[in-house]
């Protein structure tokens, strides 16, 4: 605003900007915005809830690739996704993130008991309760967090063999747990009107996946190595 001397008195007169606004700028503009590489996903998480011009730019890169796996809130979240259409709209690609459940070696390597509360999982005596204590919870936060097992190992030649229906039980609960997702997945694909790829890749290795306000939070690098560290200790 300037303002101008008339004698004794002053006038205020505005000043039109020519500045365009946010919001009357061309949808493809924003979406350059919205996809420059210094930005990351939480940043644009946060534009997108913090103004309403950046909704739909925001979103084509936030839903660009949306990701399913083996945890219970990945298949909710992407079933979610699939059937809200605004958002649907927007997706391109499905990943299938891998994480690794080894349900065979949790049956091995726990014990029937519950973790203190008090004990420090990575402080105990010597490897054999390390690995008791840590694969008991293991064991309790995969079964709440996992929808579906690895496919269990079938007995090698020379193998003991306890139980000879075990492998076939194992396999048949996970080919029920496919089984009763599939026409959920298959509809779903056909709720994305802009999908054309399909990949596939290690799940992040900060990811938590068991319920992040757990007492223990478990990141997928722990989980995987944990199961990596104890198959070292076997075949050794």
Sequence with gaps: MEVLAEGPRQVSVPIESHRPRLTALPFETLRQIVWDEELDQEDVAALRLSCRALLGPASSRLFYRIRISKLNRDRESFLSICQIPRLAFHVHEVEWQEISWDTELFDRTSAPLCLPSSCNIIECDGDEELVTRVSTYLRGEAEAAFWMRNAPPRPRFGDVIEDANHFED?????????????????????????????VSGPMNTTRVINDPESEYPV??????????????????
């Design 170 to 198: 194992l396999e048949k609960e996970r080919h029920q747990a496919v089984a009763a997702f599939k026409d959920n997945f298959e509809a779903a694909i056909d709720l994305l009107p802009n999908l054309h790829t399909f």
């Design 219 to 236: 990141e997928a690098r722990m989980f995987q190595r944990f199961q990596e560290w104890v198959n070292g200790k076997e075949d050794g």
